[in-house]
């Protein structure tokens, strides 16, 4: 599998640009499956479910099934954040996964920004973000995109990942 980040700062655009960028590159027949990180505690379960409840009473792992979907939650209880490599072993092979976050990670990246948040690039000490998309003109050594030109920061991501 291939494996490409979208990564910048909170409110930078990533995720809206994730999802214009899944909905683009399937829509050309690639299949795509994306990893999200979250640096907060999160819950995709609601106290009373039956599958909450499952885990509340101590199942490291709850497979939700239904003819729709599945999803399994796995309970780390104190165990160590598993590493982005570790999870992408547990994805079913597709063409490209593209990743939200993980900005300490070696894979290669886009980075989304917003000169509103008044943030400064991460670019400039990162060489494996590759490109910049932009809601502004910059003047970098990277690819700059406009962030809202998804068919060409697509045809870039694809080109650099040989898809």
Do not use: C
Not at 74 to 80: I, P, S
Not at 84 to 102: I, R
């Amino acid at each position: 599998m291939k494996v490409y980040g979208v990564t910048g700062w909170k409110n930078a655009g990533k995720t809206g640009l994730m999802e214009r960028l899944v909905t683009e590159i399937t829509g050309r027949g690639i299949t795509v499956s994306t990893v999200k990180h979250a640096h907060h505690t999160f819950d995709v379960d609601h106290p009373g479910k039956d599958s909450h409840r499952h885990r509340l009473a101590g199942a490291n792992e709850v497979l939700l099934a239904s003819r729709n979907r599945f999803a399994l939650m796995h309970e780390l209880r104190g165990q160590d954040e598993p590493t982005l490599e570790e999870l992408l072993t547990k994805l079913a092979p597709v063409d490209l996964v593209l990743v939200e976050g993980y900005k300490r990670d070696r894979h290669p990246k886009i980075e989304a920004f917003r000169a509103e948040t008044g943030n400064a690039l991460i670019a400039p000490g990162d060489p494996t973000i590759r490109a910049i998309a932009a809601d502004i003109l910059l003047d970098s050594d990277r690819r700059v995109f406009d962030l809202n030109a998804t068919s060409e920061i697509a045809d870039f991501i694809l080109t650099e990942v040989g898809l």
